[in-house]
């Protein structure tokens, strides 16, 4: 079992960065994949990042390749979003997610078995 808690989210103006923590405990943490979503209001949940449990490979998004980047420590039990360049449009509460271990990054909500609660980032035009 993991438990997972997001942090760092807020208000940003457009063209600013945040990064995002997810702090995880449990002693599995570190042979999980694991990945972030985002879900605007009125959206369904989408894919935005994810890493394999070593770190070796990341996979993000078309929306945000080139501006946000997954790294993962183990030894801390953390996960990262580093999120540059921010737009409006990426306003959504985005979520940490656990997946089983894989050297494929799982794009589906479904495949991932656990989930922060969600920290908020708003981006101001």
């Known amino acids: 079992q993991v438990q997972l808690v997001e942090s760092g989210g807020g208000l940003v103006q457009a063209g600013g960065s945040l990064r995002l923590s997810c702090a995880a405990s449990?002693?599995?943490?570190?042979?999980?994949?694991m990945g972030w979503f985002r879900q605007a209001p009125g959206k369904e949940r989408e894919f935005v990042a994810g890493?394999?449990?070593?770190?070796?490979?990341?996979y993000v998004a078309d929306s945000v390749k080139g501006r946000f980047t997954i790294s993962r420590d183990n030894n801390k039990n953390m996960v990262y979003l580093q999120m540059n360049s921010l737009e409006p449009e990426d306003t959504a509460v985005y979520f940490c997610?656990?997946?089983?271990?894989?050297?494929?990054?799982?794009?589906?909500?479904?495949?991932?078995?656990?989930w922060g609660h969600g920290t908020q980032v708003t981006v101001s035009s």
């Open positions: 449990g002693r599995t943490f570190s042979v999980n994949n």
């Open positions: 890493i394999t449990w070593r770190g070796g490979t990341t």
């Open positions: 997610a656990g997946d089983r271990p894989s050297h494929i990054i799982e794009a589906r909500a479904s495949e991932y078995d656990y």
